[in-house]
């Protein structure tokens, strides 16, 4: 029987960037997906600067930014057009070293995904191959496909397995988690088109339409594309409101059909939903299949790129035997205890402005929901952070910025998958350091900017670029070492052949 590393059910967007990351780190990886191509129209449309530095790791960032729109940001409108609410996103370069947040067309993103994937020496990919059985054996887990171009059974193990398949895991189902739900379950109209010509006055911010009798989304996508979410009424079928006519219909207040072409009527069924239980034994779940979210914040896809990003290197160092027995139980535990609140909370801020879209008609009614410092109509995103697992101290578990060396390099393309001391260039001095354990100081780098937020002067960064705390004086600094864990990669990253 084949013996894999890491088998993954599902070959999506969080399926394809694990499969990157593991198979930089040297990790044997299979991944398993029933379907033989992916999907061709869009879903997400929307990603962020901590999904884009993932991008950097795994080599597509530089490509994938080619085929995006730059996204100023998400206006609340009542009835009549007034603004009551506006979320600005910051333009250029921010600390994650990318733009704040990116619109795309999905099908952009999965073939640059599967077209570097390709190129990866330790990944192998097996389509139209669906998973049926899973078994636990204690020090492996043993899988059952067919493969349906064929319709042979085949059988493979592998020490660890992550369902990355969607909404409705098997892998969920064999994990026997139960779901946290957060009241959210309605129908929404989801409506792609491509204009015929510009139409520069439906504007590139995203528009959520509060209105009380059928609340609506207008989302700027890249080229000719757009997009409206529109709610649907209780009354009303499904299948009637996909027609072409209703459609227009609804869409009559912004475009019509000399203005675009349909390419995607839908209805979805918008939920908020955490499970349980993301781990047992061997089996592991990541993206939709852990949660699902309401479309409002656009953190759907992002909340699945965090999930491997937090993943991926832990699953290295106990594979590679480099943590093991009880300590490596501990480690991968930290995956859901760190992942799940920060997903729990995106989930549920959706949820509030869901509520406020499908009721608030008032500019009073949305900053008694959403209060902001000065009382003003303006929201600013979140950036929760994780919670209890790895580090120490209240500064633990946030996202650090992304320094840029004295030579205009990012850190992450000198310092791949590794633990990084960031430090003023004094507390650091003579600093005696781990192997494989990188060092940026304020003298070789922007770094005491990004200290600066952390409000610390020192930091160590996981492979995940999440602190394991934060030091003021070398004590300090060397308690954090000393909760370093081995390097999850033997080398600088692995070239892509």
């Known amino acids: 029987m084949e013996h894999f590393d890491v088998a993954i059910v599902g070959y999506g967007p969080a399926g394809a960037t694990l499969a990157h990351l593991l198979g930089q780190c040297g990790l044997k990886t299979l991944v398993l997906e029933r379907e ?31 085929k995006t729109h730059h996204h100023p940001g998400m206006r609340f409108v009542d009835p009549q057009g007034k603004l009551l609410l506006d979320w600005p996103r910051p333009q250029g370069e921010g600390p994650q070293g990318w733009r704040a947040n990116y619109r795309f067309h999905q099908p952009d993103l999965e073939e640059l995904l599967r077209d570097h994937l390709g190129r990866r020496q330790d990944v192998e990919v097996r389509s139209r191959c669906e998973v049926f059985h899973v078994e636990d054996k204690g020090d492996r887990v043993e899988l059952r496909y067919e493969d349906m171009s064929c319709g042979s059974i085949e059988r493979i193990s592998a020490q660890y397995v992550v369902g ?49 009798e059928r609340p ?79 479309p409002f914040m656009g953190q759907g896809m992002c909340a699945g790129t965090r999930d491997v990003a937090n993943l991926f290197w832990k699953l290295a ?64 995103s979140i950036a929760p952070p994780l919670g209890h697992g790895l580090g120490q101290g209240e500064k633990a578990g946030r996202l650090f910025g992304q320094p840029r060396l004295n030579d205009g390099t990012l850190m992450d393309a000198v310092f791949p998958h590794q633990f990084v001391v960031v430090a003023e260039a004094g507390l650091a001095e003579g600093l005696v350091l781990q192997e494989g354990v990188a060092l940026v100081t304020t003298e070789t780098s922007n770094a005491a900017e990004h200290l600066a937020r952390l409000g610390a002067r020192a930091t160590v ?37």
Request: charged share 30%; net charge negative.
């Open 216 to 294: 609506a989304t207008y989302v700027r996508t890249p080229g000719m594309r757009r997009r409206w979410e529109i709610t649907v009424l209780p009354e009303e079928d499904s299948a009637q409101i996909t027609r072409p006519e209703n459609v227009w219909a609804l869409l009559s207040d912004w475009i019509t059909p000399d203005e675009a072409d349909l390419e995607r009527t839908a209805v979805y069924v918008f939920h908020s939903l955490v499970a349980k239980d993301w781990r047992k034994g061997r089996l592991l779940l990541a993206g939709d299949a852990c949660h699902q979210t309401p």
């Open 164 to 212: 990355c398949d969607g909404a409705r895991s098997l892998i969920r189902r064999y994990i026997e988690s139960g779901m946290e739900d957060y009241g959210f379950h309605e129908r929404w109209l989801v409506v792609d088109v491509i204009l015929k010509t510009e139409k520069p006055e439906l504007g590139d911010h995203s528009i959520q339409y509060c209105r009380p």
């Open 36 to 66: 033989n191509a992916h999907y061709h129209l869009p879903r997400a449309v929307h990603f962020d600067a901590e999904v884009m530095r993932v991008f950097q790791w795994i080599g597509i960032a530089d490509e994938m930014e080619k």
């Open 317 to 380: 160092l106990v594979c590679k035997g480099k943590v093991t027995g009880t300590n490596a139980e501990l480690l991968l535990n930290t995956y859901e205890s760190e992942r799940k609140p920060n997903a729990r909370e995106y989930i549920q801020t959706a949820v509030r402005l869901g509520g406020l879209i499908n009721t608030a008609g008032t500019e009073e009614a949305l900053r008694a929901a959403l209060p902001t410092p000065d009382g003003s109509a303006r929201m600013e």
């Open 461 to 497: 960064l996981r492979p995940d670029r999440h602190t394991l705390g934060g030091a003021d004086t070398r004590d300090e600094l060397e308690a954090l070492l000393a909760l370093v864990l081995p390097n999850p990669i033997e080398t600088q990253q692995p070239e892509l052949v």
